[in-house]
T-cell receptor, first 113, second 111 residues
Framework: DAGITQSPRHKVTETGTPVTLRCHQT?????MYWYRQDPGHGLRLIHY???????DKGEVSDGYSVSRSKTEDFLLTLESATSSQTSVYFC????????????FGPGTRLTVL | EDKVVQSPLSLVVHEGDTVTLNCSYE??????LLWYKQEKKAPTFLFML??SGIEKKSGRLSSILDKKELFSILNITATQTGDSAIYLC???????????WGLGTSLAVNP
């Protein structure tokens, strides 16, 4: 398995609080992604990174920010959590070669009360 | 707009049956099509397809791509209860390795 970890694995928080999720990789891959997965919506891209300090928005980026200060870490921050952000969050990584595929971290289950 | 459509959305079969899952796509810059399996955890990679007509095979699972008709199929023969999962199809359209995802097919294999 690709070396990807996510922390925390589970979190319960209250509406209005900031939350930061961490994705850590040991593969030295260039690309990193944050997804959320909800029933009926499949996997939706929140933000992605194509290098250190290089990030861009995905399709559901409102209310989220990211940072990537080093290759191995990609942080996702919910600036002020809302109940609509209750979801399972997956981090994924990919190399640059055409044959590279995305590999997923174990996921973080976030509940916003 | 680029899109990936999977069918059926859900499927219930009995052990030993053969199933065919479908994935059609419309993208402006196709690079590859990928299949993933998701049990009650993170998606895991199954196949990457880039050329038409070349079957990829792994045990009882196989997949093929038709770039003219813009679709792929995933076949599972002699299904087992352990095949119960969501099967996800995604297309790499060449934009920073971002994938365009289908909604998945939920497969339940009953004993």
């Amino acid at each position: 398995d690709a070396g990807i970890t996510q922390s925390p694995r589970h979190k319960v928080t209250e509406t209005g609080t900031p939350v930061t999720l961490r994705c850590h990789q040991t593969e030295n891959h260039r690309y990193m992604y944050w997804y959320r997965q909800d029933p009926g919506h499949g996997l939706r891209l929140i933000h992605y990174s194509y290098g250190v300090k290089d990030t861009d928005k995905g399709e559901v980026s409102d209310g989220y920010s990211v940072s990537r200060s080093k290759t191995e870490d990609f942080l996702l921050t919910l600036e002020s959590a809302t109940s609509s952000q209750t979801s399972v969050y997956f981090c994924a990584i990919s190399g640059s070669r055409p044959t590279d595929t995305q590999y997923f971290g174990p996921g973080t289950r976030l509940t916003v009360l | 707009e680029d899109k990936v459509v999977q069918s059926p959305l859900s499927l219930v079969v009995h052990e030993g049956d053969t199933v065919t899952l479908n994935c059609s796509y419309e993208v402006t810059n196709f690079r590859s099509l990928l299949w993933y399996k998701q049990e009650k955890k993170a998606p895991t990679f199954l196949f990457m397809l880039t050329s038409s007509g070349i079957e990829k095979k792994s045990g009882r699972l196989s997949s093929i791509l038709d770039k003219k008709e813009l679709f792929s199929i995933l076949n599972i023969t002699a299904t087992q209860t352990g095949d119960s999962a969501i099967y996800l199809c995604a297309v790499d359209a060449g934009n920073n390795r971002k994938l365009i995802w289908g909604l998945g097919t939920s497969l339940a294999v009953n004993p």
